[in-house]
């Protein structure tokens, strides 16, 4: 019996799991982290003798029973693992895109155009100098990835090595 619960533990877990990285990774990072702290509240409200012998089971024990490892002490531990991963995602994908705290609230700077000179016998003259097209991708062909955050954290990757901010 001890043993089939160990093993239903770790599958209810990989399925939580498993279940959050796939929202996270297609669908939105929010939405995951909303179903992480949701799911398990939803299981002790609905079915309070469930979640409760559930979370309290004993994983392990240590130092002759001093401290105890419990399902609740693994949901937490996942818990701040993938919060962890959200954050870190979100903070680096802020600073990659170079938006400061300024542009929210609406006082950008305008793009200003670089002029050249060019004489033409009496008067100077200034014409807007005209930018290459930027390629997009690796060398100049468009790469599709699957996960469009990862795309958009790999375009702005290069666009900052590149030195395009």
């Known amino acids: 019996m001890v043993e089939l619960m160990n093993i239903i533990s770790i599958i209810v877990f990989l399925v939580f799991i498993l279940l959050n990285l796939f929202i996270m990774l297609f669908i939105s ?63 680096v994908s802020w600073y990659i895109s170079g938006k400061s705290f300024k542009l929210k609230l609406g006082r950008s700077k305008e793009p200003q155009e670089e002029f050249s000179e060019e004489s033409s016998g009496e008067e100077n003259v200034k014409t807007p100098k005209k930018k290459p097209k930027q390629k997009s991708g690796i060398a100049g062909k468009k790469v599709n990835i699957p996960f469009k955050p990862l795309e958009r954290f790999l375009m702005k990757l290069e666009r900052l090595i590149g030195g395009k901010k």
């Open 29 to 91: 990072s929010y939405l995951a982290v909303l179903m992480m702290i949701f799911i398990p509240v939803l299981i002790i409200i609905i079915l309070p003798d469930i979640g409760i012998e559930f979370f309290g089971y004993e994983q392990a024990k240590f130092l002759d029973g001093t401290v105890i490892i419990n399902n609740l002490h693994i949901l937490l531990f996942i818990w701040s693992t993938l919060l962890g991963i959200v954050v870190y995602t979100e903070v």
